[in-house]
């Protein structure tokens, strides 16, 4: 039901952002904790290694424990209310423009709009369209996941205003350039990976035994979000770093701090102090995050969409018999 598919017809472009939508704010709730982790990881200077004496977080197992004695438990949702409606937004956005691209795909063009490549190329535009419209949120939500203790945010109004009056307003957008250059292709792989996932589990699993639906997506999401954050994760780590240029201050309880003049220069220093490895710090936390949360959202918005449908020909139905 991801994409276009002109022999069912049933779900609306307005339809396809609400499942989106709602789909990204029940996902978001269960991967919040894996998403403050994965960036206390990218964020952090030192290695990531119980041999480091400097390094404050050394593996998953052991961030949660300190993070849990130093901040209590509600700091595995530190930014939630912003990365709420990072997650709604981009929900609605992203998958409104998939389905209105597929579409477009089969009225104007040759191409087979189940095609996997249709669905890479829709969705990585239907993903970049979406990050552009919610990049400031994205933004928000970093500073307030990588703040310690004290906190320098109050509130997310204290938060846009101080950032506003400090930093100016390029402060919001600040990492654009690595998460457009990561997330097209970020987002075209976990569309056209889903896709080619399930038409190879259609072909394995006999008709008769296609019973489990929702397993069989939640699995193919979650195999589809493993191979693409695996592929462009450098890129995800740069724009963290960047994010939180002129939050220095902020971060000195976690370790050192450094200090980009952009995305060039971030990656120039990321290897000269902290080598190649420096580029997949926190992977493992982000591809237990791409796992689950791929998975969910796919199999939420399926899901959705499935409800939405069932609605519309319940109601059609009652329309005819009345």
């Known amino acids: 039901m991801v994409g276009y598919d002109p022999e069912a017809k049933c779900v609306s472009a307005v339809e396809a952002a609400a499942a989106g939508s709602a789909s990204g704010l029940v996902t978001r709730v269960l991967v919040s904790p894996l998403d403050v982790i ?8 030192e290695q990531l290694s119980s041999r480091n004496p400097g390094a404050k977080y050394h593996g998953i197992l052991q961030a949660v424990q300190r993070i849990f004695q130093e901040e209590g438990l509600v700091a595995f949702w530190k930014g939630h209310v912003p990365a709420q409606f990072l997650s709604v ?6 998958f409104m423009a998939f ?10 063009t040759s191409y087979n709009a189940r095609d996997s490549f249709v669905h890479f190329v829709c969705g990585g535009l239907a993903a970049c369209t979406a990050t552009v419209a919610v990049q400031p949120v994205d ?7 990588a703040q310690g203790e004290p906190k320098l945010y109050r509130s997310l109004r204290h938060a846009v205003v101080t ?9 919001f957008y600040r990492g654009l350039a690595p998460t457009i250059i990561a997330i097209f292709p970020y987002a075209g792989l976990q569309f056209s990976f889903y896709n080619i996932l399930q038409q190879f589990s259609e072909w394995v699993i006999p008709a008769e035994g296609k019973k489990g639906g929702n397993v069989k997506n939640l699995v193919c999401g979650s195999c589809a979000g493993i191979i693409s954050k695996t592929l462009t994760y450098p890129f995800d780590l740069f724009k963290k770093r960047l994010q939180v240029s002129g939050f220095e201050h902020a971060r000195a309880a976690f370790g050192q701090v450094r200090m980009y003049r952009g995305l060039l220069d971030c ?10 490895g420096g580029f997949f710090k926190g992977l493992s936390p982000s591809l237990l995050k791409a796992a689950v949360s791929t998975g ?8 959705f969409c499935s409800l939405l449908c069932a609605l519309k020909n319940t109601n059609s139905t009652a329309r005819k018999e009345g």
Request: aromatic share 14%; no cysteine; hydrophobic share 40%.
């Open 163 to 171: 950032m506003y009056q400090t930093e100016g307003p390029r402060t």
């Open 99 to 108: 389905e209105s691209l597929t579409k477009l795909v089969h009225n104007v």
């Open 89 to 94: 937004g981009y929900g609605a956005v992203q």
């Open 139 to 145: 933004t928000l939500r970093t500073r307030f996941a």
């Open 267 to 276: 990656i120039r220093q990321i290897m000269r102090e902290e080598g190649l």
């Open 296 to 303: 969910l959202v796919f199999f939420w918005y399926e899901l």
């Open 38 to 45: 994965k960036i206390r990881f990218q964020l952090q200077i």
